[in-house]
Every structure is written in C-alpha cells, then in structure tokens.
C-alpha cells in the first residue's frame, strides 16, 4: 500500500524517529552502513580473495610437483640411455686394450658440465676424464659403495653448489665399474622460471578474487543499500517512500516484509496523531468554558470565604494549566500535521529576537548579538518568536530568570542562546527535557505543561537546526537553538 500523504512528511518527522528507533532501526542503519570496508563488504572481498588464493596455490602446488616429477623422470631417462651407451662402448674398449683404460675413459663423450669415472676391479683403480675436474672422492659415498658391491645405482647429490644426478653401473664382464654424473642446471633453472610464474600466478589470481569480490559484493549490497536509503527516507518522515518489488524470492520476501513493516508503522503513527488533535479540539471547547467561568468567578472572589478562596485559587491555577496543556498540543499537532505553510521572510535575527523579548515583557534582559547590523537571513518569523518566547517563560518559571540573551552565527549557521539564573540542568536529563510531557528537576512541581522545550526543538527542527542546553558560567542552563542561514540570494521564498 503506497499513500501519498505529501504535506505529511514534516508532521509524522518527530513520531516516526521515535516509533522507529523503539523498533531498532536505527541499530539496522548502522549495519547497513556500507562505507567501512570492514564490515559486510570487507568480508565479501576477503572471502573471494582467500578463495581465489586457496584454489591458486593448490594448482600450483600440483602443478609444479608434476612439472618436476615429469622434468626429473625425463632427465634421468636421458642420463640412463647414455651412460648405459658409453659403458657398453668403455666394455668393448678396455676388453680390447685395458692398458689404455685412462685415455678410453677421457675420450668418452659426457654432457657439457658433466663427468667420468671408471673403476678396474683387478688393480683397484679408478680413471677420471681429464682435465681432472671430478674423482670418484667427489662421488656420493653410497653411490659408489652400492656399485662397487655389483649393483647399479643413482643419486642425485650437489657439487660445489650445483645439482647432478650421478648413475653408477657395473660392467662384470671386464671386471668395471662406470660411475657419470649428469648436470641438473637446465632442469633447476626450468623449475625456477615455473615456481616464479606460479607465484606471480597466485598474486594475480589472489588480487583478481579480490577485484571480483569487490564487484560481486556491490551487486549482493545493492539491495542492502537500497533498504538503507528507503529507511533513512522513511525515518525523515517520508511515509510515501516504499521498496520496490524484487524478482529474486528472497530479495522479495525482504522488501515485503519491510513494507508491510512500514505500513503499520504509518497506520499507527496517522492514528495516534489524528487522536491527539482530536483530543486536543475536544478539550477546547470545555476548558474555554471553564476559563470563562474563572474569569466571572474571578470578579467576585472577595465575596468567598478564605477556605472556598483558596479552593478557588486553585482550581483557577489548574484550569490554566489544562489551557496551556491544550494550547500546547494543539500546536504541536499542527507541526506534526504540518498545517499551516511556511512563511519566509528576510529579516535580521538579533533584531528580531530584541523584539520579540520587549514585546513580550522580556526587555529588561541583557541582549548581545555578534551579528552586523545589515546582516539578513530568510526565515519564518514565527516559528522563531515561538522558540524565543519559550525559553524565556521556561526560564522566568523554573530557572529565577533570564539572564542574558544573545545572537551569534557564522556563514552556515545562527544561534540563538538563552542563559538563566537556575541550577541548571543534569547532565542526564540534557536530552529527556526536550521531549514531550518531560520534566526537569528544577520543574517537577511547577504548573506547566511539559510541552514547551518539546515544541521549542520542533520549530528548531523546522529551520533546519536542533536545540540542546549546556552549563552557561554562572551554574545555570545556557539553552542553544541552530539555524540553517538562509541567504536571501539563495532562497525562492523571500519577502
């Protein structure tokens, strides 16, 4: 159910903060906050990334341990075929000719980097390739132990920093052994070109869950956001303001919760304001009767007793205060229906508020403004009289008195500032005194009606500021009321 209720935004403000915040909303605002990147956003992007990552280093993790199985294999596929080819080539030789042993085994073709070594078993020697570069002494210990035991052998091992794969063979027919070591520079070097691009791969793999983390999370908070700027429009009193229909199911199922939500939050809030105005009109009738018959009643006091005068006394003191009870609600229900339109003019605060306080019977309180003369702002005039004379009637009933009351403001904003001669107000009551039916301290005994701050920081509200009370030098309250400044160049409404 959408309403289109227009002039109702400004009535329902104040209703609706306080409906929405006893429901928590304000606690949902917060979460749906979607500026600090860690909260729901961050975890979004950390997820991804972490995902992103797991995944990256797992392939690569695979994928390198294959590489190299598969590298090495190939290599010492390699080395067996052509150590096997030149023991087979050093067996026809040396059986032939086993005097020249050494120069047989220097003339044999090694890879470049790699080595020799033949063992005769008849006179236990062993024969390097020269330049000699390598002897059997540089050969892996357990190599060389299991070959010259009649068994063939391979070890991989390192030589003055570099890797070798060394095979060992035995040659039983000329009583030999043949031992040639292999260089794994080009394997090693492969592997580490793979292992860099691998972790350049996981960066870029990480970086790039992160990026679709991002993107995917403003997609999954779009409606987030939207529920947020429709709550925020809602808890300013846009009652009209209502989420769209979602095609998703459960992005469905939200919106019309929140509407539905909405909904009864409005029906309450339209019948709780129309019973407080209708109230308050229904009351008028009977206390204007009742404040007429005081007043007849008034005239002829002295004709009572002293007991039935002071009955009457009082009677007439709470029949002004049920009138000011009335008057006050009256008013605040026309600003929360909004009636009545706004009437802006271009005036010149700090002389506006002198004379507000001199008509009212106010003059004799010490005025000061830092404003110039010429200074001038757009503004409803009587919303200002109503805040000025408010503060000044709260202060004369329950604080000894204005004490002082000045003007100040800057480009932005004005102020108004009223300091009186009570004890001020406690800290914890700074806030619960500007709301309806409140009371301070200082008040609690008083005769009035409990109205007169709540509408004060209504009107404030209308002209775009707020009101709150601070400790002014002397121990008693200092009340401050904001207003946006208006400048007549910029306003459309000016008189």
Partial sequence: MTVDLGADKSRTSAALRQAFHSRGLHNLLNLLNLRNLRGLRGRIVLYFSLSAFAAAVTLSIVTYASTRAYLLN???????????????????LVATNPADAGDIVTNIRTEKGGYAVLHLVADDSFFAQEPLRFTQSNLPVELVNETLRGSSHRQRFEFKGEPYEALGISIKSIS????????LNDVERTLNTIRTTLTLGILLITIAGGVFGLSSSNSVLRPLRRVANV???IASGGLDVRLEDERDPELALLASSFNNMVDAVQSRIQRETRFASDVSHELRSPITALTTAVDVLQS?????SKRNQQAFDIIASQVRRFDRTVLDLLELSRLDAGAGKTQEETVNLADLVRRVAQRHGFGDVVF???????????????????IVLNLLENARDHAGGATAVSVTGDQKMLRIIV???GAGV??????????RFARGTASRNSTGSGLGLAIVQE??????????VEDNSNGGARFIISIVRQNPEDSDGQI
Avoid: C
């Avoid at 190939?74 to 026809?92: G, K, P, W």
């Avoid at 002829?300 to 009572?304: A, F, G, I, K």
């Avoid at 914890?428 to 500007?434: A, C, N």
């Fill in 74 to 92: 190939q290599r010492t596929e390699a080395a067996t075929t052509q150590a096997i080819n030149n023991a087979q080539v050093l067996q026809a």
């Fill in 176 to 183: 030999a052994h043949y031992f040639e070591a292999f260089p």
């Fill in 231 to 233: 709550a925020t429009d």
């Fill in 300 to 304: 002829r006091r002295s004709d009572l």
């Fill in 368 to 386: 000061a403004t830092t404003l110039n003369s010429d200074d001038q702002t757009v503004l409803d005039k009587r919303r200002v009289e109503r």
């Fill in 419 to 421: 300091e009186d001669a």
């Fill in 426 to 435: 406690a800290v914890s009551e700074r806030e619960r005194i500007f709301e």
């Fill in 459 to 468: 009107h404030a509200r209308a002209l775009g500021g707020e009101a709150w």
